[in-house]
Every structure is written in C-alpha cells, then in structure tokens.
C-alpha cells in the first residue's frame, strides 16, 4: 500500500510503498476512499519541517530542552543517534478520514467488515490504509457522500468549540477567522438555528467565504467592522466568540473582548496566544474557555486505545459522539459542506497541495486527497531477496520503535542478517527496512514467527504485547531476544516457562543489558563467586508523566516491572546466587502510583541487596549509583562512567557511559552463531521476574515473600 509522508530533517514529502498497519485488538483496519488536509495544524508541521536546523530550534524550544536534558543524562553521540532517527525517519501525516472497513481486531464487535466509517486520530493518516482504535470512528450511513464525511474529525474540533460556547437557538456568534474549521463552525451553527457572523484577516478567505455560500462574512479590518457586527448582534454584543483563528497575534482575544455581550463566552478553538488586556473581560465578566481538540476523551489511553467510553450519563459528547453528531447532520440533510470543499487529489500528486497550501496563491478552504479503489493493494513490501545461510543469526524484528533503532539495531550491524521486520506503523518499517536492509516488511508480527528464514526473532513492543510475541516464537522453533519485561504478570510469566521447557530450548534471553556493562564486567572480577556481597543499587529514575503508557497497568505494568526489573537481575547478577527472598516498601505519589520504592533483597549464598528506585528526584542528580561491599573492598560505579575500587590500594576507571546494550546484543547473536549457551540462562531471567512481580506483591501485602 501507499503512505504520504514528510521527512522531519529535510522536509521532504515522498509516497511510500509500506505494509499494512498492525491490526491491534479493539481496532478496525479501513481502506481510505478519502482523506482530509488541515491546513492548520498539518501545514505547521509541513512549515517547521521545511525550516532549517536553527528555524527548527526556535520554533520547537520545548523539543530543544528536552534535547539538552538527554545529552546532559546520555551523553552526546546517544542524544544525536536518537535525534537524527527522528529527523530522518518519514512521518504520517492525517487525522480525518473516511472509507470502508476491511477487517476488524480482536474483540470488535460494533464493526464489521463492509461497512463505512469516518475515523479520526493519529493513525487516521493519508494512506491507503489505517488501523484506528474503534472509540475513533463512527459508521458512516450508505446515503451519505463520504467525501464529506472525511471532515468528521475537524468538523468535531468545530463541534466541541460550539459546544463549549454554550450558545442556544436564535443567539448569534461571532466566528474570528475562517478557515476550514472556521467555515465548518458556521455552517453547522446555521444548520442548528443560530444566527453566526465571521471574520477573516484575508481577502481571499472572506471571498472564499462568500462563493461556499456564507452570507455574513466580514474582512477584519473592513471600515465599519464594529458596526456590522454591532448590528447582527442587535447593539448587545455577540452571545458567544469563538476563535478558529491561528495566529501570533493578541488581537482575536481583544476583539472577541471588544465584540461580546456581557457574561459572552469566548472560546479557543485555534492556536492564538492570551495575553489579553484586563478590561473588556473585568467589565464584562466574560468567560474564557479553552476547546481541547475533537473533545472529551483526547489523549487518553485508556478511552482512544482500549475502547473505554465514558458513561453518557456524565460525559454526553465524547469525541466519538461529536462525530458521530456531525454524521448525523449529514445524514438528515441539514448540514451540506459540499461547497466548502475547494480542491481534490490523488495521493500521487498530494505533495502538491501542501505547496499550494503553504504558498497561499489561490484561495482554498477544504482540501481532499481521493484514493483509487480500483486497484489491489498489497498488504507486505518486499525490499530485496537475499538467501542466508542457515546457521547464521537470521533476525526478524516484531516491533521497531525507538528504543529498537537507538540501542539495538546500530548495534547489531556486521553480527546477524536482517530478514523481515513488523511494527506498528507502516511508515516506521519502511524506514527501518531500508536503514538496515531487511528483505521484506510484514504486515503483522505472525509472519515473522512463522517464517522458516528466520531463526532469531527480536521482540521490542509495548510490554503487554511481549507474551504473546515470546510464545509464538518459542512454538515456532526460534531463539527470541525480548526486551524487559518478559512478562507482566507470573500467569505470563509460567505460561513461557512452560512453553520454553516443552520446546526445544533454544535461547530465550531478556534485554538485562547492565550485566554486559564494562563498568559491571571489571567489578565481577574483584570478588569470588562465594563471596557473600552487600550491595546498593540507587536509581533516580526521574518524575514520568502520570497518563505516560508505562504507568498503564494493562500497558506499561508500571516502573517497577517496566524498569525496576532491570535493577533486580543486576542485583542477582553481582550476587552470584539466586534470589530466595523479597520485601518492599513504597511512597505512592500524587497519583496513588507505587513508582517510588525500596526493595530489599536475599541471596541463596547469603549476600543481601538493597534497590532505592526513586521516582521523585531531580534530573541534575546522575541517574544510577551501584555500590558492593565485601571482603573489605568496596566498589562503587557511577553512572556506568567511574567504577571506584577501595581495598588494599584505591583504583579509579572511566567509561565514557556504557549501560552495555551494544556488548549484550553482541554477546546474545555470537552465541547463536557460535552455537553457544545463551549468555543470560532462561533460568535467571525467570527469576529476575519472578522477583518483580514478587515486589510488588510484598507492597500489596505489607510482607516479606519468600521464593524458594
């Protein structure tokens, strides 16, 4: 299939020949026959591609601290691998569609094949086909054009806007800019009984205005503008303002103030800033309110990605249910926006209205891409034929996000064979494929388990899909390198053990990539195996948004599983011995989240550890502090940057920061090669989770939990 897509470093547009979209449980998988352009918020992202690295800067100064802050916690040479992956990787672009669902996920029961729908969101992008969780599109009655039902998800922007305006039949509204939003807000309100009025700084936007068929169209800076409006309102003021507006200037927010009855409303729908004069809006007593996007339901997890509505009795307009309303306005004839649509491409020659988009030459207002429906469309993407050797390490990635591309695959270059890779957006696997030369792209992660090619899969997901993508592997004959978790929960957890143990063995190793740290590897060398160890493990994790999906129990598992794990295989791995026991205590934060927390460790051989993960510091502070005692030496590692040794004489090493990722990955393919053990026993993986999940447990019950 065909993907439109922006390169962030350059700018440059292409059309992508990509596989199909991974179809996730709770998700439709729909072939567009349209797709709409926001010249707004599409164009900004178009315009600050296409700006050069120091333009990039100032208008990205949050992305730019974010930066510093990683170079200052990484270093240099990570923070600009990361960086220049996302510059140089294609994006999407899109978020308002419409067409005809072609499969359905796991658990859908709503939707069905054959039906139409308009979808919204993120994955809603221009491409032949998209994969959108169901809470992100409606269906879409066979009477209905379904180019107009492309704008479902602008048309909710303007929809929510009015909605927060709180305007009643027979009042008026003044709409300040009229763009496409702008034009859908009028029209609908019309549609709906009010009496609108807008304005526009442009002359070809009012023009454009008036030719779709809206009478009170006013240029901003008309003789006698105040008046005009004045006059539609009856001398009181406007009912309700609402800003669809983008721009730098403070005038929409003065004027809206000007321009309103006392007690109005005035809403925020476009990009405009609000450092307005105290006046109008003391006088007054004017309401500001702000409109978040398509409404209630943007943004979170668990209503866009797992289908959770909100109940109707307490949220009566979703952004589902603004959709679907503006559907439903097509569907009874009261809303026709035929004549607001001013331009229609094909996706071959889609690059071009961004042109003339940004150019701003002819006046447009919506602007369509069209998608042939007479054509077959291919569901994976073949890059190349290349044939292996069968006792190479022959890898198949399912997931390829960014930890994939920052710390495994540059690493693994020179020490297997890249054959197909499966992630969730097409876009993504292109450009990974074509970085690492993989053979092919595969739609979904099932064709890289069962391909007979493939002897290695590399499992880099979200952590609730890792179960499923580690047994898969395991009954197709593989050896799977999985990041951490390898599990969520000890049900995963023994049905892989369980798995593992009626297969044939082959490697099942976790990402623990500290044990492969050069900083780790000299510190093993000052103690004997039977030594008893007391070791200190501090992390100072740092504060994670609250909806970030890590913290999502059915997602993420939370910090302790998602992270923490990391630090109890180290612990076990200084030791030297299994961990028979667990107890911990936690800080819940704010959010009544377990993120902060201190585990205290038993070693068979009777070394005892102790874990500080704290999710309540500060980024200045270094964010990993190791410290073993024995036998009258301590030895301390900072950072993976100094390793400190105290005993009969005081040795100081440096690294520059080796959390070891490159020497485990490394390690893990030359023992396939090799046809070697695996360098972390499935065993000890098993009990590094086994011991965070038992974590957890102990904070549940206020107890020690014994292992063994």
């Given amino acids: 299939m065909q993907q439109l897509t922006q390169q962030l470093k350059s700018g440059k547009m292409e059309i992508l020949e990509v596989p199909f979209p991974a179809l996730s449980q709770g998700y439709i998988m729909v072939r567009n026959h349209f797709s709409v352009i926001s010249a707004g918020t599409e164009g900004k992202t178009v315009t600050d591609a296409r700006k050069g690295y120091i333009a990039k800067a100032k208008s990205r100064q949050k992305e730019v601290k974010m930066v510093i802050d990683m170079v200052k916690a990484n270093g240099l040479l990570p923070t600009y691998n990361f960086v220049m992956n996302k510059l140089e990787a294609p994006a999407p672009l899109g978020y308002s569609t419409a067409g005809e669902i072609i499969a359905v996920g796991e658990g859908v029961n709503e939707f069905k094949a054959g039906e139409w729908v308009a979808c919204g969101g993120n994955t809603a992008s221009h491409a032949d086909v998209i994969a959108v969780p169901v809470n992100l599109a409606v269906k879409v009655p066979k009477s209905v054009d379904l180019k107009q039902a492309a704008f479902s998800t602008i048309a909710s922007i303007a929809i929510q806007g009015i909605r927060q305006a709180d305007l009643r039949m027979g009042e008026n509204c003044l709409i300040i800019g009229m763009g496409i939003i702008g034009q859908i807000t009028y029209k609908i309100l019309e549609a709906s009984g009010m009496n ?22 006013y240029n901003r800076s008309q003789d006698g503008i105040d008046e005009i409006i004045m006059n539609h309102t009856l001398g009181h003021g406007a009912d309700g303002i609402i800003i669809t507006a983008g721009t730098s200037s403070l005038d929409p927010v003065e004027y809206a103030g000007a321009m309103a009855r006392k007690k109005a409303k005035v809403v925020i729908v476009g990009s405009v800033p609000t450092g307005f004069s105290r006046m109008n809006y003391y006088k007054k007593e004017l309401d500001l309110k702000m409109s978040m996007s398509y409404g209630p339901g943007r943004g979170d997890i668990s209503y866009e990605e797992k289908g959770v509505d909100y109940p109707i009795g307490y ?96 690493n693994m270059k020179g020490y297997c064979n890249f054959v197909g890779v ?106 004997l195996p039977e030594q008893k160890k007391s070791i200190l493990i ?81 980024k200045s502070v270094p964010k990993e502090y190791i410290e073993v005692f024995s036998g009258g030496t301590v030895a301390q590692i900072d950072d993976f940057k100094t390793l400190k040794v105290f005993g009969k004489k005081t040795k100081t090493y440096k690294y520059n920061q080796d959390k070891g990722h490159a020497n485990g990955v490394q390690t893990f393919l030359k023992s396939i090669k090799e046809g070697k053990a695996c360098p972390i026993p499935f065993e000890e993986s098993y009990l590094s989770m086994l011991a965070t999940f038992k974590v957890n447990q102990s904070i549940a019950e206020n107890r020690k939990i014994v292992l063994v």
């Fill in 538 to 618: 501090r992390v100072n994790s740092g504060i994670m948004p609250v909806d970030h999906w890590v913290n999502d129990p059915e997602i993420g598992g939370g910090r302790i599983i998602g992270e923490g794990c990391h630090f109890i295989d180290l612990a076990m791995f200084l030791a030297d011995s299994p961990i028979i026991s667990v107890s911990a205590e936690a800080m819940k934060d704010a959010n009544g989240l377990n993120n902060t927390v201190s585990i205290n460790l038993k070693m068979e051989n009777g070394s005892i550890a102790s874990i500080n993960y704290f999710a309540n510091g500060n």
């Fill in 315 to 410: 949220v009566r307009w979703t952004e589902n249910r603004n959709m679907q309303s503006y559907i439903d306005l097509l569907a009874s004839n009261r809303l026709d926006i035929s004549n607001l649509i001013s331009h229609t491409f094909s996706l071959e020659d889609s690059p071009k209205a961004y042109d003339m988009i940004l150019a701003r030459e002819e006046p447009f207002a919506g602007v369509v891409i069209a998608y042939e429906q007479d054509i077959s469309i291919k569901e994976n993407v073949e890059l190349r034929k290349i044939k292996y050797k069968a006792e190479d390490a022959n890898v198949g990635f399912i997931g390829a996000g960014s930890f994939a591309q920052g710390s495994l695959l540059p």
């Fill in 196 to 217: 609108p009025i807008g304005i526009d700084v442009s002359n070809a936007m009012v023009q454009q205005s008036k030719d779709a068929g809206i009478f009170h169209v």
């Fill in 422 to 527: 499966a992630t969730g957006r097409g876009n993504t696997a292109k450009y990974v494929g074509d970085k690492y030369g993989f053979n092919y792209l595969a739609s979904n992660s099932d064709e890289i388990a069962k391909d007979k090619n493939i002897n290695t899969v590399f499992i880099t997901t979200r952590h609730n899909l890792h179960t499923e993508n580690v047994l898969k592997s395991i009954e197709n004959n593989k050896h799977v390198f999985v990041e951490k978790p390898l599990a969520m929960n000890e049900v995963e957890l023994n049905e892989i053990k369980a798995a593992y143990q009626e297969s044939e063995k082959k490697h099942v190793m976790v990402g623990f990539n500290r044990r492969f740290s050069p900083a780790v590897k000299e510190l093993k060398k000052l103690f």
